[in-house]
């Protein structure tokens, strides 16, 4: 903890001494960004919900493509994990090529001398405020004719670790084809888990303490097939084929010692889990330009499919062979998911006024075997989404208003929840200097229940202690506001932020004694509220004012407290952070990503998040990039958790992955083009409801 205060310290001195730098005046027209050839100065722009940044000549040959330019923003980082850019502070990133929801890969089919600027939301427009947490719009030049394509593969040398991917595209006219495919790969042998559940039952003393090695991975493919049509400045057109193949498979053995008052005795378990589905998603998009200042457009995506997972799980006595539990679950998902969406926009002379009206309806119907039994049921999960927002700007003030109605209609199998929720966002900001800004958020938004909180499915997870969800849960709503102070110069890049979070019946993991198995139960529920009362400084440090160097930190003291339904108050205190250093030199690169692995609170549990430890270099010839590094480079991955004195049930949980302890990777990449490839403006962005597992 003291080297996390250490280099905060260090961070905020620079921070502080650098408002004494001179900051050159910001007089390039906006027009003008749009028809150069290539951008001179490299620069940001700061609006009242986003950042907008341009590339100097020196970064545009730099990169291969659209992402290497990503990576430069203060906020992003290339996340090694899932290959794929990410923002320092977590989230959700949805990534945009001029305003249509895009993939990595098709960041890569992109040059970056054909990338005009990058919009980067931190507070996300109305119609998308609902997906996501940052985006990422890339503002690319006129399509040419050409075409695209590239490949890569990195695989680990000593573990089941591979990740590759390829794609084409072919621009002709108005016509655009793409292909992509994307394969994940995992297979570990050597998972070690322990887990403690220590607890009072009738009156006696109860302790169980599981200690397991397993074998476990996934194979993860996506293949993606589109086609748009489309004239500037008056209509685009877009269909496109999404498949995703998904496996994963889970086998353990282990052992454990379980204690009943003063008897103590050996038991065995084995453990067998699966899941599988085959998703096809159709997406159909199309905008029609209604005149020089008002446009609308349509989107609709749909899929249908089954999702099929087991869990076997069973536990015996080792001496006598006598069985202490069983537990066999199969689940047949039927699902059905669709989107619908409409909006319009107008460009008046003090500012621009949009509105929307989004649907998303995703039925499930559920063939179910568990420990209680057999049971057929179905649930419907519907949400309606009315949403207008004006935005502006006079003078030095910046502001955008947004209202919005949130209709969540539910349907379990044992309850019904139908909630209209007003919500509205306030976004006011002030330009101090050109490079210096405030703002003030603020904003009231609901969240429904996922579907495996909903379930009424149990499962055993160790002697007297089962699992289950609660269909009687409702949704929760967030009231959320901040302040926001930016400055940027040549050296430092940083935002400052104090935020003040009151989520109304959030929802919280917790045991309880049940009825029906005797024992304790780990559920859900909707709790009174959450606190959370914090401060977050975000940011980039270049020493010598370019790429050589450059640290990317995120750090965050937060203060949690919940009140439980029994109105009992739980507290949490943690510093998160991130850091992450990296360093180009001609056509070499390297970057470090760590942090502290924190507590946080969740329900009557306390869990670190991910820790990590990951160096990577890479060496950039012609088309061809060669990389090799390390993952968690000494040390394995490692996740804990630990229940509050609250709980009925005292718990303890520690995981590590063996297998990719200082996990070598080599990879391999190579990216051509010719021409400049077509991608259209798309105004709607929506997906459908993830697979209903449990």
């Known amino acids: 903890m003291n080297r996390i205060f250490t280099f905060s310290f260090i961070i905020l001195s620079g921070f502080f001494f650098a408002q004494e730098q001179q900051v050159a005046q910001d007089t ?11 951008i001179k100065a490299q620069r940001k722009k700061q609006f009242v919900d986003k950042s907008v940044y341009s590339f100097d000549e020196e970064a545009l040959k730099k990169a291969r493509y659209a992402n290497d330019l990503l990576k430069t923003l203060p ?12 923002s320092t502070k977590g989230g959700t990133t949805l990534m945009l090529i001029n305003g249509i929801e895009a993939t990595e890969l098709q ?38 004719t050409g075409y695209v394509f590239g490949a890569d593969v990195s ?20 016509h655009n084809f793409g292909l992509e495919y994307n394969l994940n790969l995992r297979d570990y042998d050597d998972r070690h888990v322990t887990k403690i559940y220590d607890y009072q039952l009738l009156g006696e003393h109860y302790r169980s303490e599981l200690n397991k090695i397993d074998h476990f991975g996934y194979t993860s493919q996506d293949i993606a097939l589109r086609y748009s049509n489309s004239e500037i400045g008056k209509y685009a057109f877009q269909a496109k084929l999404n498949i995703n193949l998904f496996n994963y498979f889970s086998n353990g053995i282990g052992a454990s010692l379980f204690s009943k008052a003063n008897l103590i005795e050996d038991h065995s378990m084995k453990q067998h889990d699966e899941e599988a589905y085959n998703i096809p998603k159709l997406d159909l998009y199309y905008s029609k330009n209604l005149g020089k200042k008002s446009e609308i457009s349509f989107n609709i995506v749909g899929s249908t499919y089954t999702t099929r997972s087991s869990q076997l799980a069973n536990e015996w006595v080792t001496n006598s062979g006598e069985s202490v539990f069983e537990n066999d679950m199969n689940l047949k998902a039927k699902q059905k998911s669709i989107v619908g969406e409409v909006a319009y926009s107008y460009d008046l002379t003090v500012g621009k006024l949009s509105a929307g009206y989004r ?22 999960y519907l949400t309606q989404y009315m949403y207008s927002e004006f935005a502006g700007k006079k003078n030095k003030w910046m502001y955008r208003l947004g209202l919005g109605l949130t209709n969540i209609h539910n349907k379990s199998e044992l309850s019904v929840e139908d909630n209209w929720t007003i919500t509205p966002k306030l976004i006011l900001g002030y330009q101090i200097k050109n490079n210096q800004s405030l703002r003030f958020i603020s904003s009231y938004t609901p969240t429904s229940p996922w579907s495996a909180a909903l379930s009424s499915n149990v499962n055993q997870v160790a002697p007297n202690i089962v699992s289950r969800g609660n269909p009687y849960l409702k949704s929760k709503q967030t009231f959320h506001t901040n302040i926001q102070y930016t400055f940027n110069n040549k050296y430092f890049d940083f935002t400052s932020v104090v935020f003040y979070n009151h989520i109304n019946k959030d929802i919280n993991q917790y045991y309880t004694e049940d009825i029906e198995t005797g024992g304790y139960a780990l559920t859900y529920e909707n709790s009174n509220y959450t606190r959370q009362i914090g401060a977050q400084l975000i940011g980039s440090v270049k020493p010598f004012g370019n790429a050589l160097l450059v640290l990317k930190t995120v ?4 203060s949690v407290k919940v009140v439980t339904n029994q109105n009992k108050v739980i507290k949490n205190d943690y510093i998160s952070n991130n850091f992450l250093i990296s360093s180009e030199y001609k056509n070499f690169s390297f970057q470090y990503n760590f942090n502290f692995p924190v507590y946080t609170l969740s329900g009557a549990f306390l869990s670190t998040n991910e820790n990590k430890s990951h160096f990577f270099a890479s060496y950039k010839h012609d088309n061809w990039t060669f990389s090799s590094g390390f993952y968690w480079l000494g040390m394995p991955s490692r996740y804990l958790t630990k229940s509050l004195s609250e709980s009925l049930v005292n718990y303890t949980a520690k995981t590590e992955i063996m297998n990719n302890k200082s996990m070598f990777v080599l990879g391999l990449s190579y990216d051509f083009a010719k021409g400049k490839k077509n991608q259209i403006d798309k105004k709607l962005n929506n997906d459908t409801a993830p697979p209903a597992t449990f």
């Open 75 to 86: 906020e992003l980082q290339y996340d090694p994990i899932t290959k794929s850019v990410a």
């Open 107 to 144: 960041m890569r089919s992109i040059r970056p001398e054909n990338v005009v600027r990058v919009e980067y939301y931190d507070n996300p427009p109305t119609r998308w405020a609902t997906r996501a947490d940052q985006v990422v719009n890339v503002i690319t030049r006129n399509p040419e």
């Open 555 to 558: 750090i965050s003291p937060t």
């Open 155 to 174: 695989s680990a040398v000593t573990t089941g670790f591979v990740d590759a991917s390829a794609y084409a595209g072919y621009t002709k006219a108005k």
């Open 28 to 38: 390039i027209k906006q027009s003008a960004e749009i028809q150069e050839v290539l």
């Open 359 to 380: 649907i998303t309806n995703n039925s499930v119907d559920n063939e179910l075997r568990n420990l209680l039994g057999n049971s057929n049921y179905k649930v419907n």
